[in-house]
């Protein structure tokens, strides 16, 4: 048994879950979602006292593959509630001499040591803030989320020696040692 998949999932007030067929779609004040399940996986509206649930099942519980498709269901019908009520974040740090982003409508623009600015479109269902060399990249989805977060620490990823490019904000970056002077030089 999936111990995450038998979990049910309380659906909170203001958001709509609606089931049609393996197609899961999530409403909410933030926004809405839509996620297309495997097809091992059932789906489950049920109205209890606290409220509705929504529950999932596999056909065959002994079978790996349908128990780790009922996991990876629940989890993601889950983050889909979380992501219409409260929303998701990633932080963007940015260290640098000279390094630098700037927000021009839905476009980034960052100065990151090319001969030339990089200009990244925002995604449709994303927002970011710019304040001084912090980016934040926020949105309903999830995985639109950390995949663009991604995207943009690419463009530059942080070095090993002065730790200058793009980096997320509670990552950590080791430091290597630079080259050791010879004595009596």
Avoid at 158 to 182: D, F, L, S, V
């Amino acid at each position: 048994m999936s111990r995450v998949g038998k979990k049910a999932i309380q659906i909170p007030s203001g958001v709509d879950v609606i089931v049609n067929g393996q197609t899961v779609k999530v409403k909410g004040p933030k926004g809405e979602l839509m996620q297309e399940l495997n097809a091992t996986v059932m789906v489950t509206l049920s109205q209890t006292d606290a409220g509705q649930e929504v529950q999932f099942a596999v056909r065959q519980e002994d079978e790996k593959f349908e128990r780790a498709q009922w996991g990876t269901a629940r989890a993601l019908v889950a983050n889909m509630i979380e992501g219409v009520t409260q929303g998701f974040q990633k932080k963007l740090e940015i260290n640098g001499v000279g390094y630098r982003v700037n927000l021009q409508g839905r476009m980034l623009v960052l100065n990151v040591g090319f001969s030339h600015d990089v200009r990244v479109e925002l995604p449709t269902g994303l927002n970011a803030q710019v304040e001084a060399n912090v980016m934040t990249i926020s949105g309903a989805d999830k995985h639109l989320v950390g995949s663009f977060a991604d995207t943009l620490r690419k463009i530059r990823k942080p070095e090993p020696y002065k730790g200058k490019g793009i980096k997320y904000a509670e990552e950590t970056i080791r430091r290597k040692a630079g080259k050791a002077q010879k004595a009596g030089e």
